[in-house]
């Protein structure tokens, strides 16, 4: 196996995902690899709005959210002994489109992301973005449950 040089890991802020990073730290400090975290502000986060909501104070508050869930990225990579280098950035669109398009035009070696491990009913209603990258990457992917 040849080494990761640079590891792809997606975040939403949430806690449960903070296991992903924490995977995704570990490999790279064995491989002495950097750290990509990324945060897609879901052009779907906009849908439903009335249109006498304010666009700039949505926007600000998604983007502290955004900015907040990528610093946690890097807090958590530099716990510990690990450490791995990170970068961080946050774009706009469909998640799984924008996850997959960042780690080929990145030239990432490995995405590293969390799955709520939702079937059936769920599934079928909410989707599974996990399941989207994984369908759509060239780039090898490691789920970690997030869940429980």
Excluded: F, N
């Amino acid at each position: 196996m040849e080494p990761y040089d640079r590891i792809l890991v997606p975040t939403d802020g949430s806690d449960g995902v903070e296991r992903a990073i924490d995977h995704a730290v570990e490999v790279a400090a064995i491989h002495d690899a950097t750290i990509h975290g990324l945060y897609v502000l879901s052009t779907d986060a906009y849908a439903g709005l009335a249109m006498e909501s304010s666009w700039e104070s949505v926007d600000e508050l998604l983007r502290e959210d955004a900015e907040a869930a990528v610093a946690r990225v890097h807090e958590l990579a530099d716990e510990g002994d690990a450490g791995v280098g990170v970068e961080t950035v946050v774009v706009e669109g469909k998640p799984s489109r924008e996850i997959v398009r960042y780690a080929e035009d990145e030239g990432c070696d490995l995405i590293v992301m969390g799955t709520h491990g939702r079937g059936g009913i769920d599934r079928l209603l909410l989707g599974s973005v996990a399941e989207s990258v994984i369908r759509a990457s060239s780039v090898p992917v490691t789920t970690v449950p997030v869940d429980g």
